[in-house]
């Protein structure tokens, strides 16, 4: 009667281990791509959200080029 008890409690923390072992695990690369991309995306709106912002305060024609100017050297 105690071994299927023993085998039973045995197995729980074999099981036990190991969840907790994946959850310490690194990020996949996949995490790290999305992570990237996210980063990327984050940093493409900053810059257009300053264009934008450029633009909508110009007030002539030398303005605006001025803004696509400043969009290129951001690059």
């Known amino acids: 009667m105690k071994k299927p008890l023993l085998l039973l409690s045995l197995t729980l ?3 036990l281990c190991g969840a907790s072992a994946l959850a310490q ?3 996949t690369r996949f995490e790290q791509h999305k992570a ?3 980063a990327h995306i984050q940093d493409r709106i900053a810059r257009e959200q300053a ?3 450029c ?3 110009a007030q002539d024609h ?3 080029k001025a803004c696509k100017r400043a969009e ?3 690059h």
């Open 25 to 27: 695990t690194p990020p």
């Open 13 to 15: 923390s074999i099981a």
């Open 36 to 38: 990237k991309l996210l």
């Open 51 to 53: 264009l934008l912002a």
């Open 62 to 64: 030398a303005a605006l």
């Open 72 to 74: 290129h050297a951001a």
């Open 55 to 57: 633009v909508q305060a």
